[in-house]
């Protein structure tokens, strides 16, 4: 295995870097001012971003959300890891599983608890089966969509926006 190495986002350099090589890794990114918004929320303290490197080269990144979006985790000042991305050639490296492991200890000094919100259809297959490798259980509040309760018998669209949240103890008590 490789040599993986986080580190947190902190210049406009690497915003600029992130936005340049998502443009060129994905179709669906459109290059603008992700990046760098993202920075602003790293340096007012409401988001964490991890960037992995794999022996030198800018594999993916991860965040943390200091102050979710989504209502349960709002209202229990519950950190939400957010947006998974590792490169598809990087992939299979333990490097989300490093990411992953930096931001529970980051969640862990100001939380007992760390959470995330999954997609459900079939692209979202790896990411559904590492987090409950992880001990990443359902908070049971069903699923959403754009952070609302589906109610039964409502329609939806089965897009990103489709979540399934999960919530893990970083005690190990759930």
């Avoid at 594999?59 to 943390?64: F, I, N, R, T």
């Avoid at 590792?86 to 490097?95: L, N, T």
């Avoid at 200890?105 to 259809?121: D, E, N, P």
């Avoid at 908070?139 to 926006?161: A, F, L, Q, R």
Wanted: proline letters at 3%; charged letters at 25%; aromatic letters at 12%.
């Amino acid at each position: 295995m490789g040599a993986i190495l986080t580190k947190k986002l902190t210049s406009m350099e690497e915003a600029d870097l992130l936005d340049r090589v998502f443009s060129e890794q994905y179709r669906w990114y459109r290059p603008g001012e992700y990046f760098r918004n993202c920075l602003i929320e790293n340096i007012s303290g409401s988001r964490i971003t991890l960037i992995a490197y794999y022996e030198g080269q800018l594999a993916g990144c991860c965040h943390l959300l200091i102050n979710s979006q989504y209502p349960f985790f709002k209202d229990h000042q519950i950190p939400e890891i957010n947006d998974l991305n590792v490169f598809p050639e990087f992939r299979r490296k333990k490097i989300a599983s490093a990411m992953f492991d930096e931001l529970e200890i980051i969640a862990a000094t100001s939380s007992r608890f760390i959470g995330l919100g999954v997609g459900l259809y079939k692209d979202y297959g790896h990411a559904q089966k590492m987090y409950t490798s992880r001990g990443y259980v359902m908070d049971g509040n069903g699923i959403t969509y754009k952070n609302v309760p589906v109610e039964p018998g409502n329609s939806v669209m089965v897009d990103d926006d489709l979540l399934l949240y999960l919530i893990k103890d970083l005690e190990g008590n759930l």
